[in-house]
Each structure stands twice: as structure tokens, then as C-alpha cells.
């Protein structure tokens, strides 16, 4: 074990080859830290560290990842607040000596990797100028994702990824158009996808979506596409962006032969069309609406869309 430094919401500690970033679970803790709990960033993996002033009589440590060593950046791919970057060590201004001691001992250690930027020389490396400072992208990911299983709620549906192979959206009664219902739940398999694409739910177009293998045609809109689940008011970025993490991760493993996607079980392709189905979402939807569940705007827009089916 190695030097250990204490910040605002979270520890760092330096071992031999690696960088350990311990996370605070406080009240006042960024959600997305607390869900990380504990991230081992090898040195090979960060392209520098810098040292800056920050806000209100703090200093900030920032360790710099490499492009393309940790999923979870790269699914962030530069929408994280300021706050929530879980590579920034926020310090008193007080301690910023200490700081100073701990970076130089990180950028030795870092400068014996030929891909950091340390061996070329840290002040090359200015990622809010856009330029890579001759750091070399990792060919693979070098940072563990959040592990799975794991599922949250988006507005449309529910996600959930069994940590290994498969992916899978439960379309909801309210949020879900009526082209995913007529496509019914979706299973994919980790084997036939080769990303995934964020966009965060703090923005008001806010989706996940699966990438398929080979490409081909997509619906443009992300409310119609069923490898896609959208956010609207749900799906909380320590939930979605963990999520999209880890299944990012496991498009990249070894094994990523395709293999037949079987047709989810109980799937809603005749339901959609069966009027008898029909009146039944519709008295549920009734149900939610008396119960307080759903505004008389939701209401009234989904029961026309139901009815359009018929």
C-alpha cells in the first residue's frame, strides 16, 4: 500500500501500479461517486496529472485518463458536470503542498509508461485545448467497469443487462410509442452489438442506445427505435451511465462471435394489434390516471395513440 491523500468526497491512494480512488457514500457525495464505490485506475491507463486552483478556497487534483482505457469515460464521452468527474480530487487550499508532493510522485510513476504523456513532458497535454499532447489512445480497456447485474428506469421502459451476455428492454404502459410496443419487449445479445451511445439524462434529449454489429437502418428518432430507451424525467446518470459502462465493456471482450438472437418470450407484436389487448391498456392506463399516477395530458395523449391502433 502507498501514500494516501484525503479529499472532498473521496481518497485517493498510490500503490506501485495503480491509482485507488475510494468514494465517499455522504449525504452531500455525488451520486455517481457513491455508486462507484471503488475505482483501481492502473498508471498505464492515465495520460497525466494536473494541479489547479478551484473554487472557494480549494485545489483540485485532476488525474488525466487516457482516450479509450476506462468505459466509463469513453460512454461519458465529455458530458460529465465538472462535480461529477470521478478523476478530480477536490482539496482545501490548505493542503495544497501536499498536493503538489503527491502529483510529482504520480507523474514519476506515470513517466516510466511510453504512452503517458509524461514522457514526453506534461505541459504538452492540454485536453480543454482539444489536443491529445502526444498521448497514446489505449487499444483496450485498461479500467474494470461497475459490475453487473444492473437495471434502471427510463421513461419508456426498464433496462437491464445480466453483466455478461444480454441486454434487455421491458417497454412500459404510458411511456412507450406505440412502435416499440408493436415491436414487443427486446432481448440482445453483448455477442451482436459493438457499442453503445449516452446521451445524459440532464439534457432534454437524454437516451441509451444499443449499437448493432454491421450497422444497418435505425429509426432516427430515439422515442421509435427499440434499441433505444429514452430518459424523459427518469434514468439518473449514476444509474444509466454505470449502466451504458458496463455493457460498452462487454462489447469489447474477446468473444464477440454473433450468434442467433432468439425471439423474446411473450413478446407484444400480435398484442399490439389485438383489440381485446387494446382495451386492456387502456383500462390500465385508466387505472394509473384515477390513482394520480399519470396527468390528465399523459392520459388523454396515450389513450388517443391506443386508439389509433384499432
Given at each position: 500500500?502507498?501514500?494516501?491523500?484525503?479529499?472532498?468526497?473521496?481518497?485517493?491512494?498510490?500503490?506501485?501500479?495503480?491509482?485507488?480512488?475510494?468514494?465517499?457514500?455522504?449525504?452531500?457525495?455525488?451520486?455517481?461517486?457513491?455508486?462507484?464505490?471503488?475505482?483501481r485506475i492502473?498508471?498505464?491507463?492515465?495520460?497525466?496529472?494536473?494541479?489547479?486552483?478551484?473554487?472557494?478556497?480549494?485545489?483540485?487534483?485532476?488525474?488525466?485518463?487516457?482516450?479509450?482505457?476506462?468505459?466509463?469515460?469513453?460512454?461519458?464521452?465529455?458530458?460529465?458536470?465538472?462535480?461529477?468527474?470521478?478523476?478530480?480530487?477536490?482539496?482545501?487550499?490548505?493542503?495544497?503542498?501536499?498536493?503538489?508532493?503527491?502529483?510529482?510522485?504520480?507523474?514519476?510513476?506515470?513517466?516510466?509508461?511510453?504512452?503517458?504523456?509524461?514522457?514526453?513532458?506534461?505541459?504538452?497535454?492540454?485536453?480543454?485545448?482539444?489536443?491529445?499532447?502526444?498521448?497514446?489512445?489505449?487499444?483496450?480497456?485498461?479500467?474494470?467497469?461497475?459490475?453487473?447485474?444492473?437495471?434502471?428506469?427510463?421513461?419508456?421502459?426498464?433496462?437491464?443487462?445480466?453483466?455478461?451476455?444480454?441486454?434487455?428492454?421491458?417497454?412500459?404502459?404510458?411511456?412507450?410509442?406505440?412502435?416499440?410496443?408493436?415491436?414487443?419487449?427486446?432481448?440482445?445479445?453483448?455477442?451482436?452489438?459493438?457499442?453503445?451511445?449516452?446521451?445524459?439524462?440532464?439534457g432534454v434529449?437524454?437516451?441509451?442506445?444499443?449499437v448493432p454489429?454491421?450497422?444497418?437502418?435505425?429509426?432516427?428518432?430515439?422515442?421509435?427505435?427499440?434499441?433505444?430507451?429514452?430518459?424523459?424525467?427518469?434514468?439518473?446518470?449514476?444509474?444509466?451511465?454505470?449502466?451504458?459502462?458496463?455493457?460498452?465493456?462487454?462489447?469489447?471482450?474477446?468473444?464477440?462471435?454473433?450468434?442467433?438472437?432468439?425471439?423474446?418470450?411473450?413478446?407484444?407484436?400480435?398484442?399490439?394489434?389485438?383489440?381485446?389487448?387494446?382495451?386492456?391498456?387502456?383500462?390500465?392506463?385508466?387505472?394509473?390516471?384515477?390513482?394520480?399516477?399519470?396527468?390528465?395530458?399523459?392520459?388523454?395523449?396515450?389513450?388517443?395513440?391506443?386508439?389509433?391502433?384499432?
Open positions: 500500500m502507498g501514500d494516501v491523500l484525503a479529499g472532498i468526497h473521496a481518497t485517493w491512494e498510490l500503490e506501485s501500479d495503480a491509482l485507488v480512488i475510494r468514494f465517499d457514500r455522504g449525504i452531500r457525495t455525488p451520486k455517481l461517486f457513491s455508486a462507484l464505490r471503488e475505482r492502473p498508471h498505464e491507463a492515465l495520460a497525466s496529472v494536473t494541479l489547479t486552483p478551484g473554487k472557494r478556497g480549494t485545489v483540485v487534483l485532476h488525474a488525466v485518463p487516457r482516450p479509450g482505457a476506462d468505459p466509463l469515460m469513453e460512454a461519458a464521452a465529455g458530458q460529465l458536470k465538472e462535480g461529477s468527474d470521478p478523476y478530480r480530487l477536490v482539496l482545501p487550499a490548505e493542503r495544497e503542498t501536499l498536493a503538489e508532493q503527491y502529483r510529482d510522485e504520480l507523474r514519476a510513476l506515470l513517466a516510466s509508461y511510453p504512452a503517458a504523456a509524461g514522457a514526453a513532458g506534461y505541459e504538452a497535454y492540454a485536453p480543454e485545448d482539444g489536443a491529445d499532447g502526444g498521448v497514446a489512445p489505449a487499444d483496450r480497456f485498461l479500467v474494470a467497469p461497475p459490475p453487473g447485474p444492473q437495471s434502471f428506469k427510463a421513461y419508456d421502459g426498464r433496462a437491464s443487462f445480466d453483466g455478461t451476455s444480454e441486454v434487455a428492454f421491458r417497454w412500459s404502459w404510458t411511456g412507450a410509442t406505440t412502435e416499440k410496443w408493436k415491436s414487443g419487449d427486446q432481448v440482445f445479445s453483448v455477442r451482436d452489438l459493438c457499442g453503445v451511445e449516452w446521451r445524459s439524462p440532464d434529449d437524454g437516451y441509451l442506445r444499443l454489429r454491421g450497422g444497418g437502418a435505425r429509426a432516427d428518432r430515439p422515442d421509435q427505435d427499440p434499441a433505444c430507451v429514452v430518459f424523459g424525467r427518469y434514468g439518473p446518470v449514476y444509474e444509466s451511465l454505470t449502466f451504458a459502462a458496463s455493457v460498452l465493456a462487454a462489447t469489447r471482450s474477446k468473444d464477440r462471435t454473433p450468434v442467433p438472437v432468439a425471439a423474446p418470450a411473450g413478446g407484444r407484436d400480435g398484442e399490439a394489434r389485438d383489440p381485446g389487448a387494446v382495451a386492456e391498456r387502456i383500462r390500465h392506463l385508466g387505472e394509473l390516471h384515477q390513482a394520480g399516477l399519470v396527468t390528465d395530458a399523459e392520459f388523454s395523449a396515450k389513450k388517443a395513440e391506443l386508439l389509433a391502433e384499432l
